[in-house]
């Protein structure tokens, strides 16, 4: 029984480039949430979605940020034109309904920036 | 928005001793509250959590216990062993579903 699976596990961009991050939720899992952690702290949300729907994307920049979770294949966190400060480790987790449910989490992707 | 603050922020404790860690959050709106264990490099590990119709419950040797009124709930670990080093992080859900993340706590277990 997969957990929840996030690749890559490591990414390195240039300034100005951008980041693509995959996560497929666990089997029967329909809820996918994204986090950031940056070194020394604790995760911060920034964007929770089912199929084809953002439910809450109140922790997402305003600008260069993007997320989606298409009908079929992976949720998918998009960051253009990224910027030193983009450096961080970018959480997946995935739930089984909506009140209440367990959050399990994938193992990350380290995205660095050059 | 919610404010989730936990003490202490780093503990040392001697193996077989107890450690106990606490998170206050502010939302009254709260209504499930986890704990995740966090290995350098790794990702958060679902550990125990709590709903708000309970107190207290418990797995082996690792409980929780909830206020609801006084808002604060309380990770405790008895006969730590060295592999219980890691950084623990309270979680609150408040009703939009979203995890609020504590700073998180950084036990080491002295063999």
């Known amino acids: 029984n997969a957990g929840v699976m996030q690749n890559p596990r490591h990414l390195v961009r240039r300034r100005g480039q951008e980041a693509r991050l995959r996560c497929s939720p666990m089997?029967?899992?329909?809820?996918v949430y994204w986090y950031r952690q940056l070194p020394e702290e604790g995760l911060k949300f920034m964007v929770y979605?089912?199929?084809?729907?953002?439910?809450?994307e109140s922790g997402m920049p305003k600008e260069r940020f993007s997320a989606e979770f298409p009908k079929e294949g992976p949720s998918i966190l998009r960051i253009q034109q990224v910027v030193r400060g983009d450096s961080a480790a970018y959480f997946c987790?995935?739930?089984?309904?909506?009140?209440?449910?367990?959050?399990?989490f994938g193992d990350g992707t380290r995205l660095s920036i050059l | 928005g919610e404010n989730v603050e936990q003490h202490p922020s780093t503990l040392s404790v001697q193996e077989g001793d107890s450690a106990v860690i606490k998170c206050t959050y502010s939302?009254?709106?709260?209504?499930?509250f986890p704990w995740y264990k966090q290995e350098l490099g790794k990702r958060p590990q679902l550990i125990i959590d709590?709903?708000?119709?309970?107190g207290e419950k418990k797995d082996q040797r690792i409980a929780v216990t909830l206020n609801k009124t006084a808002k604060h709930f309380s990770l405790h670990i008895t006969e730590t062993q060295p592999e219980d080093s890691a950084v623990y992080f309270c979680?609150?859900?408040?009703?939009?579903?979203?995890?609020?993340f504590g700073g998180g706590t950084r036990l080491m277990v002295k063999p």
């Open positions: 987790a995935s739930s089984r309904g909506q009140f209440n449910q367990p959050q399990h």
């Open positions: 979605l089912q199929k084809e729907n953002i439910i809450d």
């Open positions: 979680a609150p859900n408040n009703a939009g579903n979203m995890l609020t």
């Open positions: 089997k029967g899992h329909s809820h």
């Open positions: 709590i709903r708000s119709n309970v």
């Open positions: 939302d009254s709106a709260s209504n499930y």
